[in-house]
């Protein structure tokens, strides 16, 4: 894979004054993506800008931070026909901007909650064999490639790593990773931003239910039904079970960012998935739901199917669940994304139109728990265990007077509180 080389790049930016105005990008300036050939500076649904720094020059120890910059420079300076040099698909991007060339700083890594702004996928190892993965499904699934960490190093030790970032945890699976406890807390303990791990919930982590029980992290799962039979079918896995006892563990931490994902395929197009999933989406009760299609890779395209069920979906949660849901493909620059976002509002105006849940203030929705009700639950939680406890039955013994004092003075006081 071709990367930037350093013998074209400062000297055609050198000739700009600071009031030409300049194509460039946020991402270019600011981003980064660990992939599994190095690291680029976004990847934007299924297009990757070009390499700025590759797997081999990163294990090699040969990257520098100015390496890095002169690197962003070539591209810019190739993106606005300043030199030669790959754009990749830059240059048809909808988050391509123009702007005077004095407000344009390759300097910082970081420093914007872009979306997917620091995304990680720098390995592909998973315990999951889904249809619609192209790793998967090409044999790609590779354990680490790289020190990711030794490139935030570089900026962080020049005094150009910034926060308030939005970073995509992502691969692979994420629980399989051995250095996964390092580097989520090198980005927590650095306050690099808003961290979003997605992880498909098979395997219980320790790390992640801690994190989530602090807030501290974005939990998103992709569940995609609410049937174990589709769940099996579209993942080649029978991890169902786990998964939602897993994702029950997770939202018992009582954390307010545990985001469940649909992602629409052909064998999830059905009716029974669509409801199987809102009901799941009621007894889980997660903080948001994404839906996005199966990515269209190569010539592919998305589906008219797709899109009507991504709106009855969409139109279903808003309705009965509450909530509304978030498409998460909004960000990505690709024509073939911003035809799906136009596709997709007009689906969604149409469902809308027909009513199909009633009138407005005819639709029924059951009620989230308010504070007070979850306060309620735990300390009846706490209750139970300490009243089955060997040291509650050591001092006050079954059939005592003792026993007696105590259920009486409980029902006058904190059980008639948790009772109202």
Same mark, same amino acid.
């Given at each position: 894979?071709?990367?930037f080389?350093?013998?074209?790049?400062?000297?055609?930016?050198?000739?700009?004054?600071?009031?030409?105005?300049?194509?460039?990008?946020?991402?270019?300036e600011?981003? @980064?993506?660990?992939?599994?050939?190095?690291?680029?500076?976004?990847?934007?649904g299924?297009?990757?800008?070009?390499?700025?720094?590759?797997?081999?020059?990163?294990?090699a120890?040969?990257?520098?931070?100015?390496?890095?910059?002169?690197?962003?420079?070539?591209?810019?300076?190739?993106?606005?026909?300043?030199a030669?040099g790959?754009?990749?698909? !830059?240059?048809?991007?909808?988050?391509?901007?123009?702007?005077?060339?004095?407000?344009?700083?390759?300097?910082?890594?970081?420093?914007?909650?872009?979306?997917?702004?620091?995304?990680?996928?720098?390995?592909?190892?998973?315990?999951? #064999?889904? &249809?619609? !993965?192209?790793?998967?499904?090409?044999g790609q699934?590779?354990?680490?490639?790289?020190d990711?960490?030794?490139?935030?190093?570089l900026? #962080?030790?020049?005094?150009?790593?910034?926060?308030? =970032?939005?970073?995509?945890?992502?691969?692979?699976?994420?629980a399989?990773?051995?250095?996964?406890?390092?580097?989520?807390?090198?980005?927590?303990?650095?306050?690099?931003?808003?961290?979003?791990?997605? @992880?498909?919930?098979?395997?219980?982590?320790?790390?992640?239910?801690?994190? /989530?029980?602090?807030?501290? &992290? &974005?939990?998103?799962?992709?569940?995609?039904?609410?049937?174990a039979?589709?769940y099996?079918?579209i993942?080649? @896995?029978?991890t169902?079970?786990?998964?939602?006892?897993?994702?029950?563990?997770?939202?018992?931490?009582?954390?307010?960012?545990l985001?469940?994902?649909?992602? &629409?395929?052909?064998?999830?197009?059905?009716?029974?998935?669509l409801?199987s999933?809102?009901?799941?989406? /009621?007894?889980?009760?997660?903080?948001?739901? /994404?839906?996005?299609?199966?990515?269209?890779?190569?010539?592919r395209?998305i589906?008219?199917?797709?899109?009507?069920f991504?709106?009855?979906?969409?139109?279903?949660?808003?309705?009965l669940?509450?909530?509304?849901?978030?498409?998460?493909?909004?960000?990505?620059?690709?024509?073939?994304?911003i035809k799906y976002?136009?596709d997709? !509002?007009?689906?969604?105006?149409?469902?809308r139109?027909e009513?199909?849940?009633?009138k407005?203030?005819?639709?029924?929705?059951?009620?989230?728990?308010?504070?007070?009700?979850?306060v309620?639950?735990?300390?009846?939680?706490? #209750?139970?265990?300490?009243?089955q406890?060997? /040291?509650?039955?050591r001092w006050?013994?079954?059939?005592?007077?003792r026993?007696?004092?105590?259920? =009486?003075?409980?029902?006058?006081?904190?059980?008639?509180?948790?009772?109202?």
């Amino acid at each position: 894979m071709k990367t930037f080389t350093q013998t074209t790049t400062i000297a055609p930016l050198a000739r700009l004054k600071p009031d030409d105005v300049i194509k460039t990008c946020n991402y270019i300036e600011k981003g @980064s993506c660990f992939a599994l050939d190095g690291v680029r500076s976004c990847v934007m649904g299924t297009v990757n800008a070009p390499l700025l720094v590759s797997t081999e020059e990163l294990n090699a120890g040969t990257v520098t931070y100015e390496m890095v910059v002169e690197r962003r420079q070539a591209l810019i300076a190739a993106i606005n026909g300043l030199a030669e040099g790959d754009t990749g698909p !830059c240059l048809t991007c909808a988050n391509l901007v123009e702007r005077p060339f004095k407000d344009v700083d390759l300097s910082c890594l970081g420093g914007e909650p872009l979306t997917a702004g620091m995304n990680i996928q720098y390995y592909t190892a998973c315990n999951q #064999r889904c &249809i619609f !993965c192209c790793f998967a499904q090409s044999g790609q699934l590779i354990k680490a490639q790289y020190d990711m960490l030794e490139f935030l190093e570089l900026f #962080r030790k020049a005094g150009k790593l910034r926060g308030n =970032n939005w970073i995509d945890f992502s691969g692979g699976e994420p629980a399989m990773l051995k250095e996964f406890d390092k580097v989520l807390n090198y980005l927590l303990d650095h306050n690099l931003g808003t961290v979003v791990v997605y @992880s498909n919930a098979s395997l219980f982590s320790q790390t992640i239910h801690d994190a /989530l029980k602090n807030d501290r &992290i &974005i939990l998103t799962t992709s569940l995609d039904t609410g049937l174990a039979s589709t769940y099996a079918k579209i993942r080649r @896995s029978d991890t169902f079970p786990k998964v939602i006892r897993n994702l029950i563990r997770y939202r018992n931490t009582g954390t307010q960012r545990l985001w469940l994902k649909y992602v &629409i395929c052909e064998e999830n197009r059905t009716e029974d998935d669509l409801w199987s999933f809102v009901l799941t989406m /009621l007894a889980l009760r997660p903080n948001k739901v /994404l839906i996005c299609p199966d990515f269209p890779y190569g010539d592919r395209e998305i589906p008219e199917a797709t899109v009507t069920f991504a709106a009855r979906l969409w139109h279903a949660i808003e309705q009965l669940v509450g909530l509304t849901p978030v498409d998460y493909t909004t960000d990505f620059g690709d024509p073939k994304w911003i035809k799906y976002h136009a596709d997709l !509002c007009a689906a969604l105006g149409k469902v809308r139109k027909e009513k199909p849940f009633g009138k407005a203030g005819e639709v029924q929705r059951l009620d989230y728990p308010g504070v007070a009700h979850v306060v309620q639950q735990r300390i009846g939680r706490v #209750r139970g265990a300490l009243w089955q406890s060997s /040291l509650r039955k050591r001092w006050i013994p079954e059939g005592s007077a003792r026993r007696q004092r105590v259920i =009486n003075l409980y029902q006058r006081t904190l059980g008639r509180l948790l009772a109202e």
